[in-house]
């Protein structure tokens, strides 16, 4: 018989400020959840793997090479790695990063 396990995560992930969460890490792949608070700052980084962004709810701008990109609800944006860049919550928002 096969284990159905259902996980919360994200539903239970605060908006308090910046929160990650490690949802899968495995050779292939790597999925973080993220909440931003209305205001908060997720600061310059970049990522060693090409990256796609899924807004689940919320507003973000998010800003790569000198351009702000308004990011809200159920829109998607991939960009490539090594490239800095950082996020600034419009209101209350949780994303899916998946690299």
């Given at each position: 018989?096969?284990?159905?396990g259902?996980?919360?995560t994200?539903?239970?992930?605060?908006?308090?400020d910046?929160?990650?969460?490690?949802?899968v890490?495995n050779p292939s792949?790597?999925?973080?959840?993220?909440s931003?608070?209305?205001?908060?700052?997720f600061?310059k980084?970049?990522?060693?793997?090409?990256?796609?962004?899924?807004v689940?709810?919320?507003?973000?701008d998010f800003?790569i090479?000198?351009q702000m990109?308004?990011?809200?609800t159920q829109q998607?944006f991939?960009?490539?790695?090594?490239?800095?860049?950082?996020?600034m919550a419009?209101?209350?928002?949780?994303?899916?990063?998946i690299?």
């Amino acid at each position: 018989m096969y284990m159905i396990g259902i996980d919360n995560t994200i539903a239970q992930q605060p908006f308090d400020d910046l929160q990650v969460e490690q949802l899968v890490n495995n050779p292939s792949m790597e999925i973080l959840s993220v909440s931003l608070a209305k205001g908060a700052l997720f600061p310059k980084h970049s990522s060693p793997k090409d990256v796609h962004l899924f807004v689940l709810e919320g507003s973000i701008d998010f800003f790569i090479e000198n351009q702000m990109i308004n990011l809200t609800t159920q829109q998607h944006f991939s960009f490539s790695k090594n490239v800095e860049h950082w996020v600034m919550a419009n209101e209350d928002t949780k994303f899916l990063i998946i690299r």
